[in-house]
């Protein structure tokens, strides 16, 4: 979710006009939307965090809409939504809904949407289980879970003790889900309305999040996969303590950059871009250099919460040391498999990294 995308240092180096904004500094007004290829719409819902709004898209389809992706259950967007149905719709009924993944700013509104359209949800089964593990906080997926991952990383009580307002945040955010989807496979074609979307599946920052690519129109809906100015956030999720989620990130990365280099890329947060190589590139730097930072730190043996600020040198609030810790752990983690670093569990039960 938006929740998730921590903001981190814009990566150093890369070419200022790598990326090319393909509608300028447009942005669709309340409730309406810009069409960014034919059939292809594009329409903004606010968001009460520090990272604002979440993109979503109309395709026009044989009967009505599909859309990709729902915005968060809160007022500000149902009431938006009401006004889009008369505004957008042209009288034709949304009649399937495509989520990317199981964050609350992307799934929250699926199963309001499902109940009055009576349109099928269509995940992955990754992301639709794990939507359904978080809203029925079931073991390993609850905020609990995290806190304790928090605390074997170094986490301190009052730190901790901040972040229990965000406890229950997921279940809030999202409309009661439908018990059933429609599931979504790798490389599988959707024909939405005139044309052909490939399903892709990335990796890291959720346990399989759908992209849709269209070869006929050029365009990619990218998720949170790739954003055109913050990295997407990558975090160690409790139920996977020792998992690797940076190396599955940058290996999605990888694949991504087989699209051809001037694909259209929509993303969940910020606007519309060409220059997908490029944006790879600084990812992938980024990430380089994070490493790189948080390797040199560790010439003793240092925990995450140690290390926070090696990655983020700015002040943070509660809600930023939640993301910034799953992804420093993430980061470290990359290093441990990669046996760039090794891994101890002290006295006091803290994990701590060093050299070898
Ligand atoms: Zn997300």
Redesign the pocket.
Known sequence: ??E??APCRAPAGAPANAIEYAFGDALPASAHSIEVAPGVHWLRMPLPFALDHINLWLLADTEGWTLVDCGLNQPATIALWEQAFVALLEGRPITRLVVT?Y?S??VGLAGWHERRWQAPLWMTEGEFLTALALYHETAGHHRGAMFDLFRAHGLDEARIEGMKIFSGAYRRLISALPHTFRRIMPDERIEIGAHSWRVLIGHG??PE?ALLHCESLGVLIA??MVLPKIS??ISVRPVEPDGNPLAQFLRSLERFAALPHDTLVLP?HGLPFRGLHARIAQLQQHHAERLGELKGACDAPRCARDLVPVLFRRTLNDHAWYFAMGECIAHLNYLMHARALIRERGADGVLRFRAP
């Open positions: 979710m938006t998730s995308v993944h964050h700013d992307h920052h959720a999040h998720g949170d997407t956030n969940s």
